[in-house]
């Protein structure tokens, strides 16, 4: 098992940052890939961003490339987003997950998930 917990979501203006934390607990050296995903009311949990644990390869969804950087310290055992240049659009539940298989965007790839964090941007 491996347990997952998100941090550092919160209210921020239209343009401003955020970055949030997801610390593992558990089985983590079984991890293959850790991500994150979100949520906006009445719509679908759709795929953001993905790191490998080991080689620290990166995918992100179009939607934030370029305003967004995943990043992991593996000896905190800790997976990062740095959100830029936030937008009203990007205001979602934030998840924060892990894969045993590989990097995937898709999220029935993914075999542990967080509770979740709340984003809110305000235009």
């Known amino acids: 098992q491996v347990q997952l917990v998100e941090s550092g979501g919160g209210l921020v203006q239209a343009g401003g940052s955020l970055r949030l934390s997801c610390a593992a607990s558990?089985?983590?050296?079984?991890?293959?890939?850790m991500g994150w995903f979100r949520q906006a009311p009445g719509k679908e949990r759709e795929f953001v961003a993905a790191?490998?644990?080991?080689?620290?390869?990166?995918y992100y969804a179009d939607s934030v490339k370029g305003r967004s950087t995943i990043s992991r310290d593996n000896a905190k055992n800790t997976v990062y987003l740095q959100m830029n240049s936030l937008k009203p659009e990007d205001t979602a539940v934030y998840y924060c997950?892990?894969?045993?298989?590989?990097?995937?965007?898709?999220?029935?790839?993914?075999?542990?998930w967080g509770q979740g964090t709340q984003v809110t941007v305000s235009s």
């Open positions: 790191i490998t644990w080991s080689g620290g390869s990166t």
């Open positions: 997950t892990s894969s045993t298989r590989r990097l995937s965007i898709l999220h029935y790839d993914y075999d542990y």
């Open positions: 558990g089985r983590t050296f079984s991890s293959a890939a």
